[in-house]
């Protein structure tokens, strides 16, 4: 009974780590559909962007000699936030912006097929283009921290796991507090509550529609840089990676930051401490039936009734 309890303690610390990073993706997808209303199907693409571009930060420009192999990873990882945040703004600028905006938000169900179709083009495009680019040979980030865990009582805690928790929870703190008290961040919120309401009082809607995608993709390519220390991965981990962070919004809540976190929190306890009880291969099962059991009784989520719109 007592090494059971001491495994049960172990899966949830290690839920609570990998969930963090998780969360923090998750926020990024809850910012595109908040604001935009557009289901990015591309969204786990712009992970494994975020997942090359540190691991290229780190290797060919030399970010390990200068800053060590322990702080270089990090650094890398946040810088891959910038760098896709620019893709994806010049993305939406000339292609995603044709089929979203003002112009589009009173259009029937037609212009949310094209969105779909749009992003899974996008999706494909990524996808086929990192595997023309990077290769198909299964690489990560090598760090000390992945190999070396802190103990804490019973439980031991990887270090790089830990240091991707902290850092994830301060930026969705961040993000959330960005959102909900900075200038920038209300118009934000107006153009996602009522597009034709907030161009009225001179709020650029394609402007904030615009900032929300690269911070969207931005923040994702963080959590993917973060992971990429402590997995393998190549250019269709993506779509391992985009149900996942969907079930997260959902679970936390459509149109709420701090929700979304929770939600991917939520994924990521699951998903650790359902090996207690199944196979490793079940992993994702156990997700989704969590998933539909949060749903039945809570259709709007866990978090959507109290901070819907946050």
Known sequence: MEAFFIDFLQAAAAGLMVGGTYGLMCVGLGIIFGVMRVVNFAHGDFMMLGMYVAFYLVGLLGLGKL???????II?????????????????????ARVTGAKVVSADAEGHYTQIILTLGVSLIL?????ILFGSLPISIQTPLSRESWEWGPVFVNQARTVSFVIAVVLALGLYFFLARSRLGKALRAAADNPVAASYVGVD???????????????????GG?????????????????????????????GSILGAFWGGLTIGMVQQMSTLVLPHQLQ??????????????????????TWERT
Do not use: E, K
Not at 76 to 94: D, Q
Not at 206 to 223: K, Q, S
């Open 76 to 96: 890398a990882a946040l810088a891959a936030g910038p760098i896709v945040y620019l893709v994806g703004i010049l993305l939406h600028r000339y292609l995603i």
């Open 127 to 131: 996808q086929n283009g990192g595997l």
């Open 284 to 305: 994702n099962t156990a997700i989704f039936v969590v998933f539909l059991l949060i749903i039945f009784f809570w259709p709007r989520g866990m978090f959507g009734r």
């Open 205 to 223: 809607v394609d402007r904030a529609h615009r900032l929300a995608f690269g911070l969207g993709v931005g923040i994702t390519a963080i959590g």
């Open 67 to 73: 800053f060590g192999p322990s702080a270089a990873p």
């Open 226 to 254: 973060l992971m990429a220390s402590t997995q393998t991965f190549q250019p269709y981990i993506g779509f391992d990676f985009v149900i996942v962070m969907f079930a997260g919004v959902v679970l936390g809540g459509l």
